[in-house]
């Protein structure tokens, strides 16, 4: 996981403005889950900006309702909502839900409560099988029985049209996955529950990128792409510790501290 | 009952390409095999699978289908309620969750199959609105004009063969009660099968009969209406007393300055069992044709 890996691809500079506009909407609403949102940045830019997904007409599922400053972020460079609306996240007044709501145009599913958002999108991509729906859960996610329901669903079905992103970040809000509830051979199981499996590096954008157009390609079985990335990628002092999976309003220092880290690994 | 949902169904099925079935492991249970035989591609079997069904009926509907979700209430939403909330209301899709074997009468199956809590739960979902029909016939209207709604939807149904009372003049209106019976001395309100009963008993007593079984919304005005005419009120329920339509009705008369004498029959904060005839269950809790005419002579005597 070469944080120089993206150095040269054309959408790093993307990544770099969303984890800048992640840490100051979560730091200006006081509060916010930065750790997961940091890490998922590159697989929802690779996600948007690849051009392999028309979203008008495909479908992109945040079932980790959590992570959706990232998302906000990126629906404000698309021009889907205005730059000075993340500054209102999480606020009375404001649409951006502290997780992610339907009420934010370019939005299509109400989350925050883990372990649906799979379920939703196999329900959605068998009710519309000209289009590809592409659902992003996270590991901690995978403790919830019901991905496992619907891992089962989406190979009975053969839902070659629905993608899986496992944002694989090997942490939760207290502690590792692996210490709260060992996950085990993740892509082992998903094989053997009849996807398709890739594992990449979910902070290289080509890889993510050439894995998403190899899971496009999949007709008949649905695809899983596991990346494994790092929770609060790019800000030193939060990376892999899991005290970092939401934070509080940082304390002025860390916050240009991190924002001057952010800055500097600007790729 | 199951019967004429399953007919309804077959029909509205025939003439709206659109409408799926969305089923949990319980096909002939439920009465759906018609059903998965004739419109096998808008069948989808989930399984023993109640949280993954909710959300696949609630995907399913996001693209623009016409989705029922069809089990027992004990499992949904027994099992489901927080993905009915988050998938289903939250994302406001009106899928049209179908409970089977709710309340008492589910018999022998006993205390874990007789869901007695589907209302409180259900009402309590913003978005979310609550059905239960008195007979077949009512179902049947009820089904035709569910199928049309934009709303989430709870529909309650029972598991035995049922008397039918529903006049086959009167149709269904969502947000509507119908007075079943005129009468002045007392209203006797509640919904579904227990409710039926009460045509069986024999007084001198004149009693207004209204069934509500479009229990969100609820129909204030006829039932207002009718307790401000007899200004007694026995309301009656094959479900808990906590947060059923009860509770509902004396927190409206509450807020008004209606005077009332007002009891309500059902299930006491306590579990149901197996009984080979699922009315003595009925006379178990107190909700049986005699318990009721007792209740209405203390409430008339006064």
């Known amino acids: 996981m070469n944080i120089f890996a993206n150095k040269k691809h054309p959408l790093s500079a993307i990544a770099s403005e969303v984890r800048l506009s992640v840490l100051e909407m979560i730091n200006t609403a006081g509060a916010g889950h930065i750790g997961g949102s940091l890490s998922s940045v590159e697989i929802m830019v690779a996600l948007y900006f690849s051009h392999i997904f028309n979203f008008d007409r495909d479908h992109f599922i945040l079932s980790a309702g959590h992570l959706c400053p990232t998302l906000y972020a990126i629906l404000a460079k698309l021009g889907k909502i205005k730059y000075s609306d993340l500054s209102t996240f999480s606020d009375i007044d404001s649409r951006l839900e502290g997780h992610v709501s339907v009420s934010v145009s370019g939005v299509e599913y109400s989350s925050g409560s883990l372990g649906q958002g799979l379920s939703f999108a196999s329900g959605l991509s068998l009710g519309d099988k000209d289009h590809h729906t592409v659902c992003l859960t996270t590991d901690g996610e995978h403790d919830e029985g019901q991905i496992w329901e619907a891992i089962m669903f989406a190979n009975k079905y053969h839902q070659g049209n629905l993608i899986n992103i496992v944002d694989y970040n090997g942490q939760q809000i207290g502690g590792t996955t692996a210490d709260i509830m060992p996950l085990g051979e993740l892509a082992g199981k998903y094989l053997r529950f009849g996807w398709t499996v890739q594992t990449v590096n979910g902070h290289d954008l080509s890889a993510l990128i050439k894995a998403l157009k190899i899971a496009k390609a999949s007709t008949i079985y649905p695809a899983a792409i596991i990346a494994k990335t790092t929770m609060g990628k790019g800000i030193s002092f939060m990376e892999n510790d899991y005290h970092y999976h939401d934070v509080k309003k940082l304390p002025a220092a860390l916050y240009l501290q991190a924002k001057n880290e952010l800055e500097i690994t600007s790729y | ?302």
């Open chain 2, 1 to 302: 009952m199951r019967q004429s949902f399953s007919e309804a169904l077959l029909e509205l099925a025939t003439a709206d390409p659109n409408l799926y079935v969305v089923s949990v492991g319980l096909r002939p249970s439920v009465m759906l095999d018609r059903f998965s035989t004739r419109f096998k591609t808008r069948f989808i079997e989930c399984g023993v699978a109640e949280n993954n069904a909710a959300g696949i009926s609630a995907g399913l509907a996001k693209s623009g289908k016409n989705v029922f979700l069809c089990t027992y209430s004990c499992f949904s939403p027994g099992i489901n309620l927080a993905t009915i909330k988050q998938s289903i209301c939250l994302n406001n899709l009106p899928v049209k969750i179908i409970g089977y074997h709710a309340g008492l009468l589910t018999g022998e199956l006993g205390a874990s199959h007789q869901m007695l809590e589907d209302i409180a739960l259900m009402r309590s979902l913003p978005k979310m609105e609550v059905f239960a029909p008195i007979d077949a016939t009512e179902i049947y209207k009820m089904v035709k004009v569910l199928a049309k709604s934009s709303h989430p939807a709870y529909l309650r149904l029972v598991r035995p063969s049922t008397p039918v009372i529903y006049p086959g003049r009167l149709g269904f209106t969502i947000g509507k009660s119908q007075v079943l019976q005129s009468g002045k001395d007392i209203t006797v309100l509640g919904y579904g099968p227990v409710l039926a009963q009460v045509f069986s008993i024999v007084t001198k007593k004149s009693l207004e009969i209204v069934n509500c079984s479009s229990l969100k919304p609820l129909d204030t005005t006829t039932i207002l209406r009718s307790v401000k005419k007899t200004g007694r009120l026995l309301v009656i329920e094959d479900h808990q007393q906590n947060g059923g339509l009860g509770e509902a009705v004396a927190s409206l008369i509450l807020k008004t300055s209606l005077k009332c004498r007002f009891t309500h029959l059902a299930v006491s904060d306590s579990f149901g069992q197996s009984a080979r005839d699922p009315y003595d269950l009925y006379r178990l809790h107190g909700l049986s044709p005699v318990n009721i005419l007792d209740t209405i002579n203390k409430l008339c005597s006064r």
